[in-house]
């Protein structure tokens, strides 16, 4: 009985360090301001976890992702506008850190390339419209 | 005019396959990320420190010779396994080492050098982590190579092992 | 003994892919090739059973039982972890491919002998690609010395029963593609003045793929739901877009098969979107097994594995796109369309599909590029795919609702609006209705809101007043996809969420219901042990709900923690529970969700499938009269 106790108690204490399954914003993270509170969270919410698989921070139980949430929450209360908040992140772990990729001449094809697939499409359509008036004039 | 159009995506599937062939001949770890300040200062910071009653002044520390900084904590295996070569820079290379205790328990730190050796000149203490964070570090141990200047040369995220210790020491001749 | 014999079959199967490429290129031996076809049929059948029997023994002088398994497993999963490993996984690739190669062999009648063996050498070239490649990097038959005594165990967050049968579902679903890339081949390879009835022989292929990739992509979807534990369904992890892409381009493919069979237009797209479709397949192997980038998905990093995937896909896909490239032409004609015409509609639908499958394509491997390209890294996450691709995805819907009602030819506008007016009067109303209970005035919930209704009205209608002339497949499958669109926007735009720290006998509100935390308890599974919350739901009128208890487990065989959510699901909504870490004395950490209507996205996901299933029966039919 004595030793069960135990077990389930390690297991408790155990618990607590080490979650890697998906818990996230704990209670005692969240703002009071609820302006702020939703601010913290979609900034977080497109910044990745970079030690989960394709998660947000916004996401994760990882203790890395925990303490930039608190770092985002703090940077809110002190007045720092969202734009300062992701330069600060990124002036650190670089553009990896951001999940919506970033406007750069690098990621310029990344961008306009949907656009210009869109443009094709729509070409494509006009042109069979032009082929159907001939082959129907002929 | 159609036939043109076709051999584009062949042209472009063919390419797109051998940037992937490039990516998986070349030497990289998918998992790591390339740190962003690389060839910038070294960021700065004060803390406590952890084996003496001085502030530490990063300042001070990193802006005279070769350093070496290497983010530990007590907690975290592979920085027992590594411990050996952060040894081997300070005591076969004479290089300076700078220690910088990661979200840890100072007096379970003490204890372990004691335990293990310590080869840092100095070390600071870094109870929330937000020193690491300064730095990009995403996951200790992560050790980082300053030169004279100040200048983050190099940063390597995960244990040291034999093949990183040679590229360090490699590394290290460059900037002299 | 039995792990000789299992290296045999594959050294069997590789035999029989040899002999039914060499065979096939001749055209009588169809006795030979007859042989060829049963053969690799049954040896890589008795491969993928002999691993099996392997796993469930657990044979660990084997070295991928000794990797995957233990004797602790329950048997479903053993079986199961058979095909969870890269190994493994690569036999039923093997095994698929047989079974399509067996049924275009059964296309066989005295008309296409020249035709079926040209499609069965693409075939069995693709078979031995595949099998060289198993016998070379990824030999499931390897041993082990010195024998361990147990395994090493499995992840337990894959011991379920849905991620047990997504695999297999998903394979049919890409590998099944194969047929179609063959047939295509096939056909670029013949005289296109033979008038072969190629179109005839894809669609049951077609079909098959595209409705077991559709229930596939499900499952995957679900278990990510109620597994993860924050009610996640999609993650456009790059392993799940390797999924998805051939999904678009199957369903461009099979409305497409649809024109050339009723009108011989858009043939040329049907042979690309064939070869397409199933190259992305291959490519979608090869980032899960190449280790070129990492993921939940991932096998284990072996750039070998890669290097070979890569000039497998190099060969077939510069093979048939130049084929393509230069036999095309005579798949141009020119039967005159209007753009306000059923094949308008679909020609639309072809090329939304493929924008949107190579804006996914372009995010998927764009960091792969920046990072050979400048030795940065960036992330494509969700935000930018929710940017682009649902934009382009609106049109498809609204053309959707209206397609299957347009002409033939050329649609009359006016008689058109004539047509839709009570669709459009039945869709405005159900809106109306639905934003009265649900009263959420966001612009992308009442849109996504209107194009659900516009879809599940339109079919509705279809059911009611046409059933005769349309099939029954096409308006389930569409009713299923009107279906989803309300369970994606209902459960992202009407989400409530609490995230709270309950005491025992504390209880919290969440939309209109009371949850009560009644206690903690301990309970032990059949290879876990949990602490189990105790929670119990009350209506307004305070009658009992139900009761949800979220565990979180210790796996002492894999040292792994997980977290159950505990759901409650109903027509309406779910209710979702996880549990966090806590003490007797501060609490526990709550986690709740009302999540609206979500139920409908699997409801909706498996009203597709069914259509997909109703419609194979019809093909099945078809393709029986002509052999």
């Known amino acids: ?138 | 005019m159609k036939n043109q159009l076709i051999k584009i995506p062949t042209i472009l599937f063919l390419s797109i396959l051998l940037v992937l062939f490039y990516l998986l001949v070349i030497d990289r770890d998918p998992s790591k990320l390339p740190s962003n300040l690389l060839n910038k200062n070294a960021p700065e910071f004060v803390a406590d420190s952890l084996l003496d009653n001085e502030k530490f002044l990063s300042k001070k520390e990193l802006n005279n010779n070769i350093t070496i900084v290497n983010f530990f904590a007590t907690w975290c295996a592979p920085c027992r396994e590594e411990h050996v070569y952060i040894k081997r820079f300070s005591s076969e290379k004479k290089i300076k080492v700078i220690g910088i205790n990661y979200k840890d328990n100072p007096e379970k730190a003490i204890i372990w050098l004691k335990k293990l050796g310590n080869p840092y000149s100095n070390i600071a203490i870094d109870k929330k982590g937000k020193i690491a964070i300064d730095w990009g570090v995403y996951g200790i141990p992560e050790t980082f190579l300053i030169n004279s200047s100040g200048i983050i040369k190099y940063r390597h995220a995960g244990q040291i092992t034999k093949k990183i210790y040679k590229k360090f020491n490699l590394l290290i001749k460059e900037i002299n | ?627």
């Open chain 3, 1 to 627: 003994m039995v792990v000789t014999l299992g290296n045999l079959t594959l050294w069997l199967s590789f035999f029989f892919s040899i002999f039914q490429f060499y065979n096939s290129q001749k055209k009588n031996n169809l006795k030979l090739i007859s042989i060829a076809v049963k053969g690799l049929l049954i040896s890589s059948l008795l491969s993928f059973l002999i691993l099996v029997y392997l796993h469930v023994v657990s044979d660990f002088s084997v070295l991928n039982v000794f990797e995957n398994s233990h004797t602790t497993k329950p048997f479903l999963y053993k079986v199961s972890g058979v095909w969870g490993n890269h190994e493994g996984s690569m036999l039923l690739w093997i095994i698929v491919l047989t079974i399509f190669n067996y049924f275009i062999y059964k296309l066989y009648n005295n008309k296409n002998l020249v035709f079926i063996s040209k499609t069965l050498s693409v075939q069995s070239f693709i078979i031995l690609g595949f099998i060289i490649f198993t016998i070379l990097t990824s030999n499931p038959f390897e041993k082990i010395f010195p024998v361990p005594a147990n395994g090493l165990g499995f992840n337990p967050i894959l011991q379920d029963p849905a991620l047990a049968i997504h695999p297999p579902l998903l394979y049919i679903g890409y590998v099944g593609l194969s047929a179609a890339f063959s047939l295509s081949v096939a056909t670029l390879n013949s005289n296109a003045k033979q008038e072969i009835p190629w179109f005839i022989y894809m669609k049951p292929f077609v079909m098959a793929a595209w409705t077991f990739l559709t229930i596939g992509i499900a499952l995957g979807s679900l278990w990510a739901y109620y597994e993860l534990g924050w009610g996640g369904w999609w993650f456009w992890d790059p392993v799940e877009n390797a999924s998805f892409m051939p999904w678009l381009l199957a369903t461009a493919l099979l409305h497409s098969l649809i024109v050339v069979e009723k009108r011989k237009s858009l043939q040329a797209w049907v042979l690309l979107l064939s070869i397409l479709a199933f190259l992305l397949s291959v490519v979608g192997t090869f980032l899960v097994r190449s280790g070129i980038l990492t993921s939940v998905h991932t096998f284990a990093l072996d750039p070998s594995r890669g290097i070979y995937i890569l000039a497998f896909t190099a060969l077939l896909g510069g093979y048939s796109l130049i084929l393509f490239a230069s036999k095309s032409k005579f798949y141009f004609n020119n039967n005159f369309f209007a753009f306000f015409s059923k094949e308008g509609a679909i020609l639309v639908n072809n090329i939304i599909m493929t924008i949107v499958c190579a804006t996914v394509f372009l995010g998927t491997i764009y960091p792969l590029l920046i990072e050979a390209f400048t030795n940065n890294k960036i992330s494509v996450g969700e935000p930018y795919y929710n940017s682009t691709v649902i934009p382009i995805i609106l049109p498809a819907i609204l053309v959707m609702g209206v397609g299957p009602i347009l002409s033939w030819g050329k649609e009359n506008k006016f008689l058109l609006l004539k047509k839709i007016l009570p669709s459009i009067l039945m869709t405005v109303l159900m809106t109306i209705f639905f934003l009265s209970i649900y009263r959420s005035y966001t612009f992308v919930g009442v849109l996504g809101v209107l194009l659900a209704f516009w879809i599940i009205s339109n079919n509705l209608y279809l059911f009611y007043i046409k059933r005769i002339y349309h099939s029954v497949g096409m308006v389930t499958a569409h009713l299923g996809v009107g279906f989803l669109i309300l369970g994606i926007t209902s459960s992202s735009v009407l989400q409530e969420e609490k995230i709270i720290r309950m005491n025992i006998d504390h209880n919290v509100e969440i939309n209109k219901y009371n949850i009560v935390f009644k206690r903690i308890s301990e309970v032990k599974g059949p290879n876990y042990i949990a602490i189990q919350g105790n929670f119990e739901i009350y209506d307004k009128k305070n009658n009992i709900i139900t009761k949800l208890k979220p565990q979180n487990r210790f796996y002492p065989i894999t040292n792994n923690f997980t977290s159950e959510a505990s759901i409650h699901t109903n027509l309406f909504r779910d209710l979702y529970i996880v549990l966090g870490e806590g003490n007797q004395n501060d609490g526990w950490v709550v986690r709740i969700y009302y999540n609206p209507l979500v139920a409908w996205i699997w409801i909706g996901a498996f009203t597709i499938f069914l259509g997909g299933i109703l419609s194979m029966r019809d093909n099945f039919k078809k393709v029986k009269k002509i052999s």
């Open chain 1, 1 to 138: 009985m004595i030793s069960r106790n135990i077990l389930i108690a390690t297991i408790f204490f155990l618990a607590q360090l080490s979650y890697n399954n998906c818990f996230a914003v704990e209670p005692n993270e969240i703002l009071e301001n609820k302006k702020q509170e939703a601010r913290a969270r979609n900034i977080s919410k497109n910044i990745r976890c970079l030690v989960c698989q394709n998660q947000s921070i916004d996401e994760s139980s990882a203790p890395l992702a925990k303490d930039l949430r608190n770092l985002i929450r703090e940077k809110i209360k002190d007045g720092d506008d969202d734009k300062e908040i992701y330069l600060f992140l990124t002036d650190r772990y670089g553009d990896f850190i951001l999940l919506n990729p970033p406007f750069k001449l690098s990621t310029f094809a990344l961008w306009f390339l949907p656009f210009i697939f869109f443009i094709t499409g729509v070409l494509i359509i006009f042109m069979h419209k032009k082929k159907s008036k001939w082959i129907k004039k002929n």
